[in-house]
């Protein structure tokens, strides 16, 4: 928050509060301590207090631009990119190249809102901080919810990927939901370090993971593809929508592209442990150009050597030796991704419940067994929510319809009008960003409508014509 080091109320921390007892000032009189004795010892007290959040705070600022933008990597490009063969197989490749280019430019734009309502606004802290500034109290419950809940689908999203990746590297050596508790488990492991940048490092590895692994997967099905009958020449895409597609199919894919553009939802809490926040633009325009690109020339690339029948996520259709090998390259990605939104959620709820504490530093023992338990209780909601949706394009179809669709588009459109607008919409300095906003939240509201439409009516045709697993179903 703005006020770091002045904000705290007199709380202890149990070991040193154990030793200062210890030490406390003795009982000289029957009323009581000498009035000297016990303001040393309140004195004492504070200075310890004091040296916790000096610590704390220190811990919780060393991000720079370069870093911010590994984290934004490591939080942004994974799954997403896994999905977007599939969306351009339904989309075609002409509007899956202009939905990929197009919604990543706008989502660089609405990141760009985020970043300046985060420096005109240093108090706030994570997305909620933001509803509160639009809304109130009611505006930070309920964005402060759907913040906690996205995370978590996301998480979920992860730990489904990696019981689909086990399945395939083993040939389905063991039932699904241990190979779903095994996922779990190691998300839980990657998000015990509560600074992101110390989760900084392990983004290195997991931008060499999921760069190989679309290698890979690109290279594969591309010598495939020509060794078959025909050669490529004989590939099945097309440059428009497939036949017979429907508005729920394309709706889909559509969302699926916007799930992999939602690397602005994490980023008000990214930067709050910046050094020097005004930096945000070079990470933003950084990653913003490498996921257009990456995800442009995946989607397109795999699409047009697999043709119609490429499979989400992607790697799947690499064959069956390079798609184990593939997945096996993949595996960092896969946890080290996921367990950084464990990350962000705990930071989010347990800063909130220790606001005014130095327990919010992680850095008393009561602070870790809190900090653990918060992440354990998010892991296990992310579990139960793989299990529940075991299909990877529904489950980031509805992920992306009921929250990314606000996180991305409408919300930072309502933050331009209502927070960095100055003077009236329609002025002539204003009027061509108040299209631009004006399109950015019409794009939101369409995708929260008819997204989580299309999502609830493809759930249900799935589990009808029992083409998924059920809930909580072992499969070998």
């Given at each position: 928050?703005?006020?770091?080091?002045?904000?705290f109320a007199?709380?202890?921390?149990?070991k040193?509060?154990a030793?200062?007892?210890?030490?406390?000032?003795?009982?000289?009189?029957?009323?009581?301590p000498?009035a000297g004795?016990?303001?040393?010892?309140?004195?004492?007290?504070?200075?310890?207090e004091?040296?916790k959040t000096?610590?704390?705070?220190?811990?919780?600022?060393?991000?720079?631009w370069?870093?911010l933008?590994?984290v934004?990597i490591v939080?942004?490009?994974?799954l997403?990119?896994?999905s977007?063969?599939?969306?351009?197989?339904?989309?075609?490749m002409?509007?899956?190249?202009i939905c990929s280019?197009?919604?990543g430019l706008?989502?660089?734009y609405t990141?760009?809102?985020v970043?300046?309502?985060?420096?005109?606004?240093p108090?706030?802290?994570?997305?909620?901080?933001?509803?509160?500034?639009?809304?109130?109290?009611?505006?930070?419950?309920?964005?402060?919810a759907?913040f906690?809940?996205q995370?978590t689908f996301?998480?979920?999203?992860?730990?489904?990927?990696?019981?689909?990746?086990?399945n395939?590297?083993?040939?389905?050596g063991?039932?699904?939901?241990v190979f779903?508790?095994v996922?779990?488990?190691?998300l839980?492991?990657?998000?015990?370090?509560?600074?992101?940048?110390?989760?900084?490092?392990?983004g290195?590895?997991?931008?060499a993971?999921i760069?190989?692994?679309?290698?890979i997967t690109?290279?594969?099905?591309?010598v495939?593809a020509?060794?078959?009958?025909?050669?490529?020449?004989a590939?099945?895409w097309?440059?428009?929508?497939?036949e017979?597609v429907?508005?729920?199919d394309?709706f889909?894919?559509?969302?699926?592209?916007?799930f992999?553009?939602s690397?602005?939802?994490?980023?008000f809490?990214?930067m709050d442990?910046m050094?020097?926040?005004?930096?945000y633009?070079?990470?933003i325009?950084?990653?913003?150009?490498?996921e257009?690109g990456?995800y442009?020339?995946t989607?397109?690339?795999?699409?047009?050597?697999?043709?119609?029948?490429?499979?989400?996520p992607?790697l799947?259709?690499a064959?069956?030796?390079?798609s184990?090998?593939?997945?096996g390259?993949?595996?960092?990605?896969?946890?080290?991704?996921?367990?950084?939104?464990t990350?962000?959620?705990?930071?989010y709820?347990?800063?909130?419940?220790?606001?005014?504490?130095v327990?919010r530093?992680?850095?008393?023992?009561?602070?870790w067994?809190?900090w653990?338990a918060?992440?354990s209780?998010?892991?296990?909601a992310?579990?139960?929510i793989?299990?529940?949706?075991p299909?990877?394009?529904?489950?980031?179809?509805?992920?992306?319809?009921l929250?990314?669709?606000?996180?991305?588009?409408?919300l930072p459109?309502?933050?331009?009008?209502?927070?960095?607008?100055?003077?009236?919409?329609?002025a002539?300095?204003n009027?061509?960003?108040?299209?631009?906003?004006g399109?950015?939240?019409?794009?939101g509201?369409?995708?929260?409508?008819?997204?989580?439409?299309?999502?609830?009516v493809?759930i249900?045709h799935q589990f009808?014509?029992?083409?998924?697993?059920?809930?909580?179903?072992?499969?070998?």
């Amino acid at each position: 928050m703005a006020d770091r080091t002045t904000t705290f109320a007199p709380a202890t921390t149990e070991k040193n509060s154990a030793a200062l007892a210890a030490q406390g000032p003795s009982d000289n009189a029957p009323g009581g301590p000498l009035a000297g004795e016990s303001a040393e010892f309140e004195e004492r007290r504070a200075d310890l207090e004091k040296q916790k959040t000096a610590e704390g705070n220190a811990h919780f600022h060393r991000l720079g631009w370069k870093r911010l933008t590994i984290v934004l990597i490591v939080e942004a490009i994974a799954l997403g990119s896994l999905s977007l063969p599939a969306a351009f197989a339904t989309l075609g490749m002409v509007a899956g190249v202009i939905c990929s280019v197009g919604l990543g430019l706008i989502a660089i734009y609405t990141s760009h809102i985020v970043g300046e309502v985060k420096i005109k606004f240093p108090e706030v802290a994570h997305y909620a901080d933001a509803g509160r500034l639009l809304m109130g109290r009611f505006g930070y419950e309920l964005v402060g919810a759907m913040f906690v809940l996205q995370l978590t689908f996301l998480v979920g999203s992860h730990c489904l990927t990696g019981t689909i990746a086990f399945n395939n590297i083993t040939d389905n050596g063991a039932c699904s939901v241990v190979f779903g508790v095994v996922s779990a488990i190691i998300l839980l492991a990657l998000a015990v370090p509560p600074s992101f940048a110390e989760v900084a490092i392990l983004g290195y590895i997991d931008l060499a993971s999921i760069l190989l692994a679309i290698g890979i997967t690109i290279i594969a099905t591309g010598v495939n593809a020509g060794r078959a009958e025909g050669g490529l020449a004989a590939v099945n895409w097309s440059a428009w929508p497939k036949e017979g597609v429907t508005f729920t199919d394309g709706f889909i894919a559509l969302t699926n592209i916007v799930f992999a553009y939602s690397f602005s939802m994490c980023q008000f809490s990214f930067m709050d442990e910046m050094h020097t926040p005004k930096d945000y633009v070079k990470s933003i325009w950084a990653l913003g150009i490498i996921e257009i690109g990456l995800y442009t020339l995946t989607g397109a690339l795999v699409y047009a050597f697999v043709g119609a029948g490429v499979q989400s996520p992607s790697l799947l259709s690499a064959g069956n030796l390079v798609s184990k090998i593939a997945f096996g390259v993949a595996l960092p990605v896969i946890f080290i991704s996921g367990s950084i939104n464990t990350t962000v959620i705990g930071r989010y709820l347990h800063g909130r419940y220790y606001k005014d504490s130095v327990l919010r530093f992680i850095n008393t023992p009561k602070g870790w067994a809190t900090w653990l338990a918060v992440i354990s209780t998010i892991t296990l909601a992310a579990f139960i929510i793989a299990e529940v949706i075991p299909f990877f394009s529904d489950l980031l179809s509805i992920s992306s319809s009921l929250f990314v669709s606000g996180f991305t588009f409408y919300l930072p459109a309502m933050m331009w009008f209502k927070l960095l607008r100055k003077g009236s919409w329609y002025a002539r300095e204003n009027i061509v960003k108040s299209l631009i906003n004006g399109f950015c939240f019409f794009i939101g509201i369409a995708v929260l409508v008819c997204g989580t439409y299309a999502s609830i009516v493809d759930i249900i045709h799935q589990f009808e014509h029992g083409s998924v697993r059920g809930v909580f179903t072992c499969y070998l």
